[in-house]
């Protein structure tokens, strides 16, 4: 933070206690945000992280339905009071333009501006965001990262006092985390108020003036960053602690990995492929062992998800061969690579459809012709390996997104495939969910192989065998037994 703070906040908070119908989320909060200052907000997963960052943002109530006892009062210092980045992109964009730059104009036009300021601002937020190199994309086409910094330029563009972001960094790689918190401290820097609700315990150490720790629906402690987050033992055994904090008290250790002679989990010889006449592969040659998880590295758009997708026939293929656990995949329909391969998109909402949680992770054993009682044994099985086994009647659209994702891995894992891609597995995760994941790819390795798209170095050096850096469409690195933070 730069200079003195005003003593007028650019927000306060006074919430006696907030409800979605007869569940309370949020209670006793106080909270006064001024310009300039950069609050952290923690939590384990359900602490009630996102409903404070709604209140803070004036959407609940409102946008979002909610009962508020108590109030939340903006300064007179702006319209929009406050601008807002949802921790999924894809809840945020509008699509109401063409093009990236057209969607991060929406905001600026919508508040009636010149067309010579919603210029400026445009390109003055897709500056600031990273978004500048897509202005001219479309932006259903981008990767979940490259629609991250596309949704942090439409809030800006907004130029409210107050920011407020919801996970900004869960879906970027390393270069790009590092250019958004050099943008964050920016914002705060010309007089901005941020909250910033992160997982990523060593992003708020580094960028936050002072950070509230929430658990189970309330304030758990308020204080300086790292007094707060590099403890050991963590304050809260669920939310962890910072990497280095935890590396030394708690060093991980991985077996070696024991090569087979059984056929490879997943062989990629010379793919091509791509959407709409444009190649994003370009010749990719990779093989996965059996028993073995790897990661798939690279920047935000470099070809991992497409890569993902091509193996379960989401994207169509012009050259090259794929095959998993010695079955051929060239030519199989989707529903016949089901049997083979079990994916999980980064944003798992788009892949559950279900009433019922025990539904969903039975949908995959019975379209593959399990009996009922068989595959509801399957289904229960999988979601004992993600922790879920407690939330069996529960709609997947009352989850929060966290446990969404442990739902769509639960249900990826139920039939049993050889080969199981996870995207993004960690992206908002807290302490407790990561070793439910973890434990997924543990179970995964005894039943054929794992691969694992990430941008959490941390994550990939502790449960995968090696990596793999994907760059421009090719395969640009290959390597194990090195730290993970030189492959990305």
């Known amino acids: 933070m730069t200079g003195a703070l005003s003593p007028e906040p650019v927000v306060s908070l006074r919430l006696d206690r907030i409800q979605y119908g007869a569940h309370t989320a949020l209670h006793d909060v106080v909270l006064d945000v001024r310009p300039g200052e950069i609050v952290g907000v923690a939590g384990h997963v359900g602490a009630g992280k996102t409903t404070l960052a709604l209140a803070a943002a004036g959407l609940l109530g409102g946008a979002v339905p909610a009962r508020i006892t108590g109030t939340v009062r903006f300064s007179a210092r702006g319209w929009p009071p406050a601008s807002f980045v949802f921790a999924s992109p894809w809840t945020q964009l509008t699509e109401l333009g063409g093009t990236v730059e057209e969607e991060v104009a929406v905001g600026p036009e919508n508040q009636g501006l010149t067309s010579g300021i919603i210029r400026a601002r445009v390109d003055g937020a897709m500056g600031a965001a990273g978004a500048s190199p897509l202005a001219t994309r479309v932006p259903r086409t981008l990767s979940g990262g490259e629609m991250q910094r596309v949704a942090l330029a439409s809030a800006l563009a907004l130029d409210a006092p107050l920011v407020v972001l919801d996970e900004p960094t869960a879906q970027l790689d390393p270069s790009s985390a590092r250019r958004i918190a050099a943008s964050i401290r920016a914002l705060a820097a010309s007089g901005r108020a941020i909250i910033l609700v992160e997982q990523n315990l060593d992003l708020l150490a580094e960028l936050a003036s002072r950070v509230v720790v929430l658990a189970d629906g309330a304030p758990l402690a308020t204080g300086d960053p790292r007094a707060l987050l590099e403890r050991w033992p963590p304050l809260d055994a669920r939310l962890g602690t910072t990497t280095a904090v935890a590396e030394r008290n708690a060093p991980t250790y991985r077996a070696p990995l024991v090569v087979t002679d059984d056929a490879p989990g997943l062989v990629i010889e010379g793919l091509v492929a791509g959407y709409a006449g444009r190649d994003v592969l370009l010749g990719v040659d990779t093989v996965v062992p059996r028993g073995a998880v790897c990661a798939w590295l690279g920047e935000n758009g470099a070809g991992k998800t497409t890569l993902a997708r091509a193996v379960v026939g989401l994207v169509p293929t012009h050259a090259g061969t794929m095959r998993v656990a010695g079955a051929v995949l060239d030519g199989l329909p989707v529903e016949l690579r089901a049997r083979l391969v079990g994916l999980v998109f980064q944003d798992p909402s788009r892949q559950l ?38 939330l069996h009647q529960v709609n997947p659209g009352d989850l929060v997104p966290q446990l969404q994702r442990r739902l769509a891995i639960a249900a990826a894992m139920a039939a049993r495939p050889p080969l199981l891609i996870l995207d993004e597995p960690t992206a908002g995760q807290d302490a407790a969910g990561r070793a439910w994941i973890v434990r997924a790819l543990e179970q995964q390795r005894s039943r054929g192989a794992g691969v694992v798209i990430t941008h959490d170095l941390t994550f990939a050096g502790r449960v995968c065998d090696f990596a793999v850096t994907i760059a421009r469409g090719r395969v640009s690195l290959s390597r194990s037994d090195v730290p993970f933070g030189a492959a990305d």
């Open 353 to 390: 459809f279900a009433r019922r949680v025990i539904d969903e992770a039975a949908f995959g054993p019975r379209a593959l012709g399990e009996s009922r009682t068989g595959a509801l044994a399957m289904a229960r099985e999988a979601l004992a390996i993600v922790g879920l086994e407690g």
